[in-house]
C-alpha cells in the first residue's frame, strides 16, 4: 500500500500562475484533509472532506479551491497564486483519531 | 481560531539527557495527538490520548493529557540522537485537527 501519496514534491510558481497540487490515497478512509506549514506557525489546516462530495473550509482557507469527487483523490487548487502561499502543502488522511500524512509540496511562488 | 502554544520552541541536550515538552490550550479538545516530524517528510504520530488524566508510555516516551483535556506533555528519558526532530501536538474539536507551533529537539552525541 501507498498510503499518502502527493505530487510534485517541489513546485515552483510565478505571481498570477494557477496550479493543482494532487493527493492521492488507498486507504479507503472518508476523512482527508489539506494543511499548510510555515515556519514557527506548525500546521494550519486549508479544506477538509469528510467524504466524497462534501467539502469544508479549515482555518486558513482563502485562495485555496478544493473538491472531492472520489474517495481516493483530493487535490488542492491555486487559482492565481501569490508570494504569500509560499510553503509546504501536506495532505492528509483521517481515522478513528489517526492522521496519516503525505510526504509534503514545497511551493514556492516568486 | 483555537490555539495550541507548545514550549519549548527549541530544545539541544546532550544524548542521556530527560526533557519534558508542553503543549497549552485555553480550548477543551476530545482527543490529542504528537507526532514527530523529520526534515522533508510529513509528521508521523506517536500517540493518541482520549482521556482526561490520562497517561501513555511508548519506550521510553510518556504522554499525559491534561484532567481538564486542554494541555498535554511528553516526556523522554534517557535522549537519544535518533530522538532528533519537530514534535508537533494537535488537538481534534469537531471535525477539524488544531496544531501547536512545535518543538524543536536536538540530541547530541
Known amino acids: 500500500n501507498a498510503g499518502v501519496t502527493q505530487t510534485p514534491k517541489f513546485q515552483v510558481l510565478k505571481t498570477g500562475q494557477s496550479m493543482t497540487l494532487q493527493c492521492a490515497q488507498d486507504?479507503?478512509?472518508?476523512?482527508m484533509s489539506w494543511y499548510r506549514q510555515d515556519p514557527g506557525m506548525g500546521l494550519r489546516l486549508i479544506h477538509y472532506?469528510?467524504?466524497?462530495?462534501?467539502?469544508d473550509q479549515g482555518e486558513v482557507p482563502n485562495g485555496y479551491n478544493v473538491s472531492r469527487s472520489t474517495t481516493e483523490d483530493f487535490p488542492l487548487r491555486l487559482l492565481s497564486a501569490a508570494p504569500s502561499q509560499t510553503s509546504v502543502y501536506f495532505c492528509?488522511?483521517?481515522?478513528?483519531?489517526?492522521?496519516?500524512f503525505g510526504p509534503g509540496t514545497r511551493l514556492t511562488v516568486l | 481560531t483555537q490555539l495550541l502554544e507548545q514550549s519549548p520552541q527549541f530544545l539541544s541536550i546532550q544524548e542521556g539527557e530527560n526533557l519534558t515538552v508542553y503543549c497549552n490550550s485555553s480550548?477543551?479538545?476530545?482527543?490529542l495527538q504528537w507526532y514527530r516530524q523529520e526534515p522533508g517528510e510529513g509528521p508521523v504520530l506517536l500517540v493518541t490520548?482520549?482521556?482526561?488524566?490520562e497517561v501513555k508510555k511508548l519506550k521510553r516516551l510518556t504522554f499525559q493529557f491534561g484532567d481538564a483535556r486542554k494541555d498535554s506533555s511528553l516526556h523522554i528519558t534517557a535522549a537519544q540522537p535518533g530522538d532528533t526532530g519537530l514534535y508537533l501536538c494537535a488537538g481534534a474539536s469537531g471535525n477539524q485537527f488544531y496544531f501547536g507551533t512545535g518543538t524543536s529537539l536536538t540530541v547530541i552525541p
Open positions: 486507504m479507503n478512509h472518508e476523512y
Open positions: 492528509a488522511t483521517h481515522r478513528h483519531n489517526e492522521q496519516f
Open positions: 490520548v482520549v482521556t482526561g488524566g
Open positions: 472532506s469528510v467524504g466524497a462530495g462534501i467539502t
Open positions: 480550548s477543551v479538545f476530545s482527543s
